[in-house]
């Protein structure tokens, strides 16, 4: 077992205890008050860091400097939860209803603060470390609303890192990929609005969700035909919302899409041929359409010098057998690619085993690979204050 790991793991009990409360009493996006209060007595309670409340709402900066160096890394990690009841049965499960940490997200900021912890104990390292809990990764407002608050200019960092626990990757195994790596996502609400009527005398009416239910079809055709096939993306229409009532004919119809891109050109592309196509579709039917747009998406882009240096300092720490330097891509996002637009970094993952994937209602966050993710975060610090 690697000397750091076996370190982290003599306390592994109080880090099971933050894992579960934190797992018990989990906060929606932009809602995480008393997460952040946590984790902000837990950090004081270590006694050494100069800690930053507030920052972009609810973000907090944790900094430690030791030596003489004036060289600074950052290194994230998220804390919300999703609007998903949970259904496993766990001693620790979910108190709120409709409401749970099914990312892993409780996971990735107990592995921070047990980092925090050792670097906070042992100080091997010269400079200064930047330890940045970031709030509202699910809806991508986090990430922003740090960087608005100026997050890199009050705490200027060298290069900056985050990590993500995954479902279906070896138990313990870290994954290093250069470059495009997580999809930018673009997530819109279409309001189709026609004019509402009974069920009975449709001619004296006008259906938006017939035009909905063309418009679904039409976008289907943005990836399939605009799309190269080397490259990937995807138009999901997640909800389509109309009506109360079988004999009545709705006045409005909603749509809400996830639209997922993995090239900044793609992503201009797609998005105006959404546009044109809501626009037409639904004049075609006699319809008015209002697009509305949320947080503007980014593709998360791993710096190629940062990953590589980032890679061998885990294959120093655990092992070749315990790192792969080409890791998976996936088309589900991440707002830390707006903190890699700012800063060089890189973005790992971290195995998980054979659990659920994240967003199911039965996923489970795997406690034993958090002395690995603390222990990697440490190594870094280690590796890069040298």
């Given amino acids: 077992m690697n000397a750091i790991v076996k370190d982290i793991m003599q306390d592994k009990s109080t ?3 933050w894992f579960e409360h934190m797992h018990s009493h989990p906060e929606l996006s932009m809602q995480e ?16 860091y100069e800690i930053e409340t507030g920052v972009g709402k609810y973000g907090i900066v944790a900094s430690l400097k030791v030596g003489d160096s004036d060289r ?9 939860a999703l609007p998903i009841q949970e259904s496993n049965e766990l001693h620790y499960c979910s108190k709120a209803t409709g409401v749970s940490h099914l990312c892993g997200h409780d996971g990735h900021t107990t592995m921070l603060l047990a980092a925090a912890k050792y670097l906070a104990e042992k100080k091997n390292f010269n400079g200064t470390v930047r330890l940045i809990f970031q709030p509202a990764e699910e809806t991508m407002q986090g990430a922003p609303a740090m ?3 100026g997050l890199f200019e009050r705490f200027p960092v060298d290069a900056v890192f985050a ?4 479902p279906g990757l070896e138990q313990g195994k870290l994954y290093f990929t250069e470059g495009n790596v997580m999809a930018a996502v673009d997530n819109w609400e279409v309001v189709l609005t026609g004019k509402g009527g009974h069920g009975a005398f449709p001619e004296l009416a006008i259906d938006p969700v017939v035009a909905g239910s063309s418009l679904v079809m039409a976008l289907q055709s943005v990836v399939a035909r605009n799309v190269a096939p080397a490259n990937r993306a995807v138009v999901t229409i997640g909800s389509f919302q109309a009506g109360e ?17 993995t090239t900044p050109e793609d992503r201009t592309m797609v998005l105006d041929n959404i546009k044109r196509l ?13 697009i509305r747009e949320g947080v503007p998406g980014a593709v998360l882009i791993n710096d190629p010098e940062e990953t590589r240096k980032a890679a061998q300092i885990a294959r120093e720490t655990f092992g070749d057998e315990n790192v792969c330097e080409e890791g998976p891509t996936y088309l589900a996002s991440e707002d830390f690619a707006f903190m890699l637009q700012k800063q060089k970094g890189t973005y790992c993952f971290l195995g998980n085993g054979d659990s659920k994937f994240v967003h199911h209602p039965e996923y489970v966050f795997n406690q034993d690979i958090v002395p690995i993710g603390a222990a990697y975060w440490v190594a870094i610090t280690e590796g890069y204050l040298r």
Avoid: K, P, W
Wanted: charge should be negative; proline fraction near 0%; include cysteine.
């Fill in 163 to 166: 990590m993500h626990n995954m």
């Fill in 147 to 149: 960087i608005e608050d």
């Fill in 72 to 80: 600074a890394i950052g290194i994230r990690a998220d804390f919300d």
């Fill in 33 to 48: 008050a008393d997460t952040a209060r946590y984790i902000e007595q837990t950090l004081r309670s270590f006694g050494e």
């Fill in 278 to 290: 809501v626009q037409m579709q639904a004049e075609s039917f006699g319809c008015t359409a209002e």
């Fill in 245 to 261: 009532a079988g004999n009545v004919i709705a006045h409005t119809a909603t749509l809400r899409l996830s639209i997922r891109t």
């Fill in 15 to 17: 880090f099971s205890e």
